[in-house]
């Protein structure tokens, strides 16, 4: 008609907001839902994810899915405000789309027996055990030498300027000083200005403190461990180290 026709000569682009539904957590009652409700909760959409219907024969049932310790990533994912925001708009594997919201919520899909489970980086303060020549039978370490960076500058959809794109800028160096590195990145599926920024410090912090690594093969007292666990690592090469 030619009402649409003018509709398609003045407008670019379109931008619709929409409203996810899936399972949520109640923590009372320890138990997940078992209909629909308007949530953006990160557990929540990762769970829909491997149990909608569009996965066909690839549906993850309730039996092969540790449902407490997503309830678990659910109530950290409200009590850090970390929600997910966005839309699918190409062709993605279901695969990646679960572990970027992942990285966004500070976790990582591990299998507890023969389930999904979810490990997240949460801070503990008793560690589940004491690696020491009792039962480390070999050690080793490894240091990852990356580019050094001052910060980032990453571009997102921002829900507070009508979901347009956007950049802002997370550094721990002077922005004004001509030698100061950023790296660019995109943030996906998140539109909240503050939430990116928490999410930027977070990745930076990451990139700060976590070059080192350390491989130890255990005594069957390593069966005890599960990943995500906080461990007390009593053992001499880590004081002389690899090197700066």
């Keep these: 008609s030619t009402g649409k026709q003018e509709a398609y000569n003045v407008l670019d682009k379109l931008n619709v907001e929409l409203t996810s539904k899936a399972r949520i957590w109640n923590s009372s009652t320890k138990k997940w839902s078992t209909d629909y409700h308007p949530t953006n909760n990160i557990a929540s959409i990762v769970l829909m994810l491997l149990q909608h219907d569009c996965r066909g024969k690839k549906i993850v049932s309730d039996e092969r899915i540790d449902l407490e310790s997503f309830g678990r990533f659910y109530e950290f994912c409200e009590k850090k405000k970390l929600y997910c ?3 699918v708009s190409k062709e993605s594997k279901t695969i990646d789309i679960l ?7 500070r976790g990582i ?5 023969n389930k999904y489970a979810i490990a997240i980086d949460d801070v503990q303060e008793n560690p589940v055990m004491v690696l020491n020549s009792q039962n480390i039978l070999s050690i080793s370490h490894s240091k990852a030498f990356e580019e050094k960076i001052d910060g980032y500058q990453a571009t997102f959809v921002n829900a507070l300027n009508d979901y347009q794109e956007d950049e802002i800028i997370v550094a721990d160096a002077d922005l ?10 995109t943030v996906n599926y998140v539109t909240d200005p503050a939430q990116v920024q928490k999410y930027l410090y977070y990745k930076l912090a990451n990139r700060r403190l976590r070059n080192e690594k350390s491989q130890i093969r255990l005594s069957v007292d390593g ?6 666990n906080l461990v007390l690592v009593q053992e001499e090469s880590l004081s002389v180290g690899i090197g700066q």
């Design 176 to 185: 004004s000083d001509e030698n100061t590195t950023l790296e660019r990145v």
């Design 223 to 228: 069966y005890l461990i599960e990943v995500g």
């Design 99 to 105: 572990n970027e919201l992942l990285v966004i919520g």
């Design 85 to 87: 925001n966005g839309a």
């Design 109 to 113: 899909f591990v299998l507890n027996g």
